[in-house]
């Protein structure tokens, strides 16, 4: 399998990401993430209106170290839910792929832990 070495691009600074634009962030095709969601339960992006997919930056993150188990690493989907073990474990080459020109998406993501910590997913 030959997949394409390109660097991902930088992730921008938002708190919702639609699946096309987590697919072109992620070099993946949309059915392969609506795939990837069924298989991995860390991957639970909200659902709106006509059921669309936002996912959040941790979701785009997670995708991202999925993508390279998979991809990179040659892990089998079994392998890469077993290595990952339910953690957000994530390469310090993917987490600092990030927008750093603005501080909203840390405040954002920090609210965000917030709310889950305070029980209000």
């Keep these: 399998m030959s997949f394409d070495k390109a660097p991902l691009p930088l992730i921008p600074a938002k708190r919702y990401f639609a699946i096309g634009e987590v697919a072109v962030l992620c070099m993946v095709k949309p059915h392969v993430l609506r795939y990837w969601?069924?298989?991995f339960t860390q991957l639970r992006p909200m659902k709106r209106r006509g059921n669309r997919r936002?996912?959040?930056?941790?979701?785009?993150l997670m995708i991202r170290r999925i993508r390279e188990l998979l991809y990179d690493e040659g892990f089998t989907i079994s392998g890469a839910r077993n290595h990952l073990g339910g953690s957000l474990e994530?390469?310090?080459?993917v987490a600092l792929n990030v927008d750093m020109e603005s501080?909203?998406?840390?405040?954002?993501e920090l609210q965000a832990i917030q709310k889950i910590l305070k029980g209000k997913t």
């Design 54 to 60: 936002y996912y959040q930056h941790h979701e785009v």
């Design 103 to 108: 501080p909203d998406w840390l405040r954002e």
């Design 37 to 39: 969601e069924q298989e």
């Design 90 to 93: 994530l390469s310090a080459e």
